[in-house]
């Protein structure tokens, strides 16, 4: 049986016909499953947040139109799975998300204080930033502030030693940094 592509799905939500979900469900469900599980230890907590993506994207398209759908929907799902590990880790906040967190504030301003419309923006930066990397240091940015891989899971991944791996996060991020500051100002 042939899947429907994602402009043919994505129509069927503007259309507000419910089977968007099972073409959906049929196109990736797998794949997201999958990612969740790189967030998730508990096969229910990655299903839940699948589901909850699914939920989300009924929600949210129309008026949103993705122009790469497993795109968005990753997005859905992994903010489901950081949900997921705030509430799973409330009294002992998870060391990898604070670190995570800490890291990035080296470069984005407090979130508090960005609308969407500058949250959207500053997506664009980083995705703008990220096309300026070579390969190497895409795969590195992006397993660490995405996938949210440790340092350890990253150098195994890409043969670099750990203090590699560092130092080219750091100077990542103070790339990034001069790069929204050269794009926008300080944010």
Known sequence: MKRMDDTAIVN???????DAI???IKCY????????????????????????AYARAWQTI???????????????????ALDVIKKNTAQKRSVQLVELTAEMNEC???????????SDELGEYINEFLSTLPREK??????????????????????FSQSKVKTMLHRM????????DRKDGSL
């Open 173 to 180: 991020r103070e790339d990034l940094r001069e790069f929204i």
């Open 12 to 18: 069927l939500y503007f259309d507000r016909n419910e």
């Open 138 to 159: 895409r795969l590195v940015f992006v397993g660490r502030y995405w996938y949210s891989d440790s340092i350890s899971d990253i150098a195994k991944k890409t043969g």
């Open 29 to 52: 469900n797998g794949r997201l499953l999958r990612f969740a599980s790189r967030f998730l230890s508990d096969n229910r907590d990655a299903e839940e947040c699948v589901n909850d």
């Open 108 to 118: 984005i301003p407090d979130q508090s204080s960005i609308s969407d419309d500058r």
């Open 22 to 24: 099972s073409e959906t």
């Open 62 to 80: 129309p008026p949103t139109r993705p122009a790469n759908l497993f795109a968005y929907l990753a997005a859905l799902c992994r903010n489901s």
